[in-house]
């Protein structure tokens, strides 16, 4: 039981609260103020000495002890523990240097070689790259043989369209179409014209010889179906109507006279510019339409005289 008197100089410690232990007494407030804000190490001689573990005294390093015997209570600054490594008395821990981060897309990529065909090599781990096997390289030979093929048959089918239903390159042999057209010269055909548009007089046809089907004549048409064509000392006469052939000369002109004939349907009338050297309707006839294969429109060969053909 306590004695009154003694306890009369002694502040009253209410019941929810631990009695302090004998001879412990806090820090000053300032002197804790500047330790709970700069994280320094408590010094004040009046701190409680430091709890002990189950059963045993807590170990203090010798230089964590202060004057008195007694070891310095460190306090932890607020907030989360500093990244710059520095201890509470303002100096700085040297810290090892970081190992350098690599970047993985890059580190993957090394000792990737990109070879001139484009493949992309395996790459072994000292980055050297790793020979194809037999079999490998035989597919390779087989797929780049196989499009070679490939590209040949695409470009002969390409071609064999081309020649057969849409142009085709011609030598003319002979000068029954002189001045238009001389021995030796290329011209190109329009095989692909005369779907589309009806023949015309005046057009310089290709066709087969009707005598000979395996030759190829060139003239040019003066009559079609239902026409009338006449020759008169040479003057062309279609449906008693005279012709101005602006394109014969007079000195290819052999100034023969012809009876009137009437085109049969299916049929035309051709002529050579060359009359005086010329194997055309005058000697064997009409040619039937099926016959006529393509109209020539472009002469390439010689150079000088590359150009449309009229």
Not at 7 to 14: F, I, L, Q, T, Y
Not at 26 to 50: C, H, I, N, T, Y
Not at 202 to 229: A, E, H, L, Q
């Amino acid at each position: 039981m306590a004695r009154p008197g003694a306890d009369a100089g002694r502040r009253a410690v209410p019941s929810h609260r631990p009695l302090p232990r004998p001879g412990a007494g806090g820090p000053r407030p300032r002197r804790l103020l500047f330790r709970v804000l700069l994280g320094s190490e408590g010094d004040d001689s009046r701190q409680a000495p430091p709890r002990t573990r189950r059963g045993g005294r807590r170990r203090v390093e010798p230089h964590r002890r202060v004057a008195g015997g007694r070891p310095a209570r460190r306090l932890c600054p607020l907030g989360p523990p500093p990244r710059d490594g520095l201890l509470h008395r303002g100096f700085r821990r040297h810290r090892a240097p970081r190992p350098h981060r690599r970047n993985p897309r890059r580190a993957a990529g090394e000792g990737l070689n990109l070879e001139p065909s484009g493949v992309e090599p395996i790459a072994g781990e000292a980055g050297l790259t790793i020979a194809p096997s037999r079999e490998e390289t035989r597919s390779q030979i087989w797929r780049a043989v196989w499009e070679l093929v490939h590209d040949l048959s695409v470009a002969v089918l390409f071609c064999f369209f081309l020649i057969t239903f849409v142009a085709q390159a011609f030598r003319v042999q002979g000068t029954s179409m002189l001045p238009l057209l001389d021995d030796g010269e290329r011209i190109i055909v329009n095989k692909f014209i005369y779907r589309f548009h009806p023949i015309e007089r005046g057009d310089v046809v290709v066709f087969w010889y009707p005598k000979d089907p395996s030759v190829s004549f060139i003239k040019r048409i003066v009559g079609v179906p239902s026409d009338t064509v006449e020759l008169r000392r040479g003057v062309l006469y279609v449906n008693e109507q005279r012709v101005d052939e602006g394109y014969l000369l007079p000195q290819f002109n052999d100034g023969d006279s012809h009876a009137p004939v009437v085109v049969p349907k299916g049929y035309y009338y051709v002529l050579g510019d060359h009359r005086n050297s010329s194997n055309d309707s005058r000697t064997w006839g009409e040619v039937p339409e099926k016959y006529i294969y393509g109209k020539a429109f472009f002469r390439f060969w010689p150079p000088s005289k590359v150009g449309l053909i009229r």
